[in-house]
């Protein structure tokens, strides 16, 4: 079992960046693959970005060229470094991890933070 802990979120005004961690803990050398997902309110959860083991990651369109996924190994520890945050960026941010980046893509991770709050201000 993987327990994970997000933390950094809060309000920021439209520009400003915000730096999200993600702590596992547990049954850490199952994860393969670790992802942020973000919800806003009446709206779909969505896939964000993702890493692997390795270091390769992907990004949703809305993410490319402002966020930036990236992991401490040692620290078993996952960021999610958010720039020029936009309002429609507010959301619930999830961390979630898999032994599978298959199921990280597909949105069916087996391990779920309890989530942090994100909040842009125009």
């Known amino acids: 079992q993987v327990q994970l802990v997000e933390s950094g979120g809060g309000l920021v005004q439209a520009g400003g960046s915000l730096r999200l961690s993600c702590a596992a803990s547990g049954s850490i050398f199952s994860i393969n693959a670790l992802g942020w997902y973000r919800q806003a309110p009446g709206k779909q959860r969505e896939l964000v970005a993702s890493?692997?083991?390795?270091?390769?990651?992907n990004y949703a369109d809305s993410a490319k060229g402002r966020f930036t996924i990236s992991r401490d190994n040692a620290k078993n520890t996952v960021y999610l470094h958010m720039n020029s945050l936009k309002p429609e960026d507010t959301a619930v941010y999830y961390c979630?991890?898999?032994?599978?980046?298959?199921?990280?893509?597909?949105?069916?991770?087996?391990?779920w933070g309890q989530g942090t709050q994100v909040t842009v201000s125009s």
């Open positions: 979630a991890a898999d032994s599978s980046h298959n199921l990280i893509m597909a949105g069916r991770p087996r391990s």
């Open positions: 890493i692997t083991r390795g270091g390769s990651t």
